[in-house]
């Protein structure tokens, strides 16, 4: 049966606590002469108990060459040495790290100066484009802004007139639909004038005879040419000489007629 698992605490009992640290003492140092031998390593143990003894191990001692407190004095110099090395290797550390941090800086700070660059270029270009500041220009370079602007301006008056053929294109399109949905509209514009009133046409065969339409419209047409009464309408002017005389032999007769009686 195996041996249960141990609770790493304090021992209360001073008795059983010092066996217990003589006991474990004993296989610390027996560990650390394992460890000196097998692996080549220099290993230094120092140990005090709850009593103030001191107990000491160094791998130095192990062949006889010097004593456990010489050797012990080696160990502990050389890890001087290795802590002061270890401080300066940190502190070295610590100073590349600050430059590395230090760096991305500088690079942004580099990084920031030529967009400004570039932003004051731009700012100055439109400018110039807006037809100021124009006193460093060179002679090459106004030849070249005036091209830049003609070429703008063409741009500009080829927009705006193909702007404007679209819109009258969507005008005429607008009108045709509308033309389509109102056809009775534009038949009744067109219908003549006789065929909304047909009573008139009938009035005008009944007082004039049969050939009075015919003259009616030679009338009217000479009318519209603009010609005299007595050339427009030369068959009125026979009816009237007509009518004249039947109108003086009434007259005439009357008078007779009168003077008999």
């Given amino acids: 049966m195996g041996r249960g698992k141990i609770e790493i605490k304090k021992i209360e009992n001073a008795n059983t606590r010092q066996v217990t640290f003589s006991k474990r ?13 097998l692996c080549d390593a220099e290993v230094a143990v120092i140990v005090f108990s709850s009593t103030g003894k001191l107990f000491e191990f160094s791998s130095a001692g192990i062949y006889g060459m010097n004593r456990v ?7 502990i110099s050389r890890y001087n040495k290795g802590l002061d090395s270890s401080e300066s290797a940190l502190v070295e550390n610590s100073s590349e790290a600050a430059l590395v941090e230090n760096k991305p800086e500088t690079q942004e700070s580099k990084e920031v100066d030529i967009l400004k660059e570039e932003i004051a270029k731009l700012k100055a270009k439109q400018m110039q484009l807006l037809g100021k500041d124009l006193t460093g220009m060179s002679m090459k370079e106004l030849q070249h802004l005036d091209k830049i602007l003609n070429e703008g301006l063409l741009s500009v008056k080829e927009r705006r007139e193909q ?11 607008q009108v045709q639909e509308l033309r389509g949905f109102l056809p009775s509209s534009e038949h009744s514009a067109r219908t003549p004038y006789l065929e909304l ?8 065969f ?7 339409p015919d003259i009616a419209h030679t009338c009217a047409v000479d009318l519209q040419l603009g010609l005299p009464s007595s050339e427009v309408c030369p068959k009125r002017e026979v009816c009237r000489k007509r009518k004249a005389p039947e109108k003086e032999d009434c007259s005439s007769n009357s008078g007779s007629q009168m003077s008999l009686l």
Avoid at 25 to 37: D, F, N, Q, S, Y
Avoid at 69 to 75: F, G
């Fill in 197 to 204: 009133y047909p009573e008139e046409r009938s009035n005008s």
């Fill in 25 to 37: 003492r004993v296989g610390l140092l027996k560990k650390a002469k394992e460890l000196a031998i």
């Fill in 206 to 212: 009944v007082k004039h005879g049969p050939r009075s």
């Fill in 163 to 173: 702007i404007l053929v679209d819109q009258l294109e969507q005008s005429r399109v």
């Fill in 69 to 75: 407190s010489e050797s012990m004095r080696q160990t």
